[in-house]
Nanobody, 124 residues
Framework: QVQLVESGGGLVQAGGSLRLSCAASGRAFSTYPMAWFRRAPGKEREFVAA???????IYADSVKGRFTISRDNAKNTVYLQMNSLETEDTAVYSC??????????????????WGQGTQVTVSS
């Protein structure tokens, strides 16, 4: 059974940093694109960042230069380093994996496996 489990969320002041982790089990995702999405209260799910198995990355404009997605394929884990956090970054962050090898996408419908999410709260 495939599982994606996020960790690393929490409460941080604006300007601070957090690193999220997403550990995958049940399948090797080394060649599968993986991504981070977020959902703020009252808003739709929003793309944050994605990475191919080989490390090609794409980012939402709102996080470029502040967030970095990376992955350790040996550990079947993807990370999201978040710096210079803003109150607008407050959301539940979820990781996702495509159902097979391919290119990263910013569309939620492109991803087959999803984690439960971890809360990130940025205070002013």
């Amino acid at each position: 059974q495939v599982q994606l489990v996020e960790s690393g969320g929490g409460l941080v002041q604006a300007g601070g940093s957090l690193r999220l982790s997403c550990a995958a089990s049940g399948r090797a995702f080394s060649t599968y694109p993986m991504a981070w999405f977020r959902r703020a209260p009252g808003k739709e799910r929003e793309f944050v960042a994605a990475s191919s198995g080989g490390g090609f990355t794409i980012y939402a404009d709102s996080v470029k230069g502040r967030f970095t997605i990376s992955r350790d394929n040996a550990k079947n884990t993807v990370y999201l380093q978040m710096n210079s956090l803003e109150t607008e970054d407050t959301a539940v962050y979820s990781c996702a994996a495509r159902g097979g090898p391919g290119v990263p996408s910013n569309r939620p419908s492109a991803y087959y496996y999803w984690g439960q999410g971890t809360q990130v709260t940025v205070s002013s």
